[in-house]
Structure formats: C-alpha cells, structure tokens
C-alpha cells in the first residue's frame, strides 16, 4: 500500500518559519517526482513546489519563489518543504504527492497525502 504522510505543520506568526516533511513508503522512491501542493477552502488546489527523482533541479510556484525550499532524501524516502518569510497568504491545508518518472512536475499525480494545516496569522 502507498502511503504519504505529512508532518510538521502548525500556527506561525507572520515573517517566521515553518518546515514540513513528508514520509513516503510502498513505492520505489527514487524513480517518483515529488511535489507539494496546498488548498484553502473555496479555492482550487494550487501547485507550490516540485522536485524530480534526480533531485538536480526544483521547481517553484511564482507566489513562493525565494521563500520556500524543497528537497528530498533517497535514502530516508522522505521529502521536506522548507518555508520561510511566511505570509498570511500562504494559510492552507499542505499535501504532498508522488508519481512516475514524467517530464512535467506541476500536474498528473496518482499519489497523495492527508495534508497538515499550516496557519499563519498576522
């Protein structure tokens, strides 16, 4: 059975820090692109980063450019989110996901997490 499972979520303070962490069994983790996503209510699920199986390049939504970093861990199956300068904005349930190898990274994934709200108040 795949499962995704998302920590480290919780109430900050705007302009403070925030890391969330997502742990990944049941798939050869390797050869899966690994992505983050978030949702407020009433809103449509919106991309916020990606890394590939390689790891040699990351991907980022405009709206979190210079203040969030994703990166990965092949060894422990695991894949982090990094968010600093938080803004009210950025209040959402965080969802990672996993697929195959794919050259696109912001669309098309089968595997998802449960989410971990992160709430940033101002």
């Known amino acids: 059975q795949v499962q995704l499972v998302e920590s480290g979520g919780g109430l900050v303070q705007a302009g403070g820090s925030l890391r969330l962490s997502c742990a990944v069994s049941?798939?050869?983790?390797?050869?899966?692109?690994m992505g983050w996503f978030r949702r407020t209510p009433g809103k449509e699920r919106e991309f916020v980063a990606a890394?590939?199986?390689?790891?040699?390049?990351?991907y980022y939504a405009d709206s979190v450019k210079g203040r969030f970093t994703i990166s990965r861990d092949n060894g422990k199956n695991t894949v982090d989110l990094q968010m600093n300068s938080l803004k009210p904005e950025d209040t959402a349930v965080y969802y990672c996901?996993?697929?195959?190898?794919?050259?696109?990274?912001?669309?098309?994934?089968?595997?998802w997490g449960q989410g971990t709200q992160v709430t940033v108040s101002s």
């Open positions: 890394i590939p199986w390689s790891g040699t390049n990351t």
């Open positions: 049941g798939l050869a983790f390797s050869r899966y692109t």
């Open positions: 996901a996993a697929k195959y190898l794919s050259l696109t990274v912001a669309a098309d994934y089968p595997y």
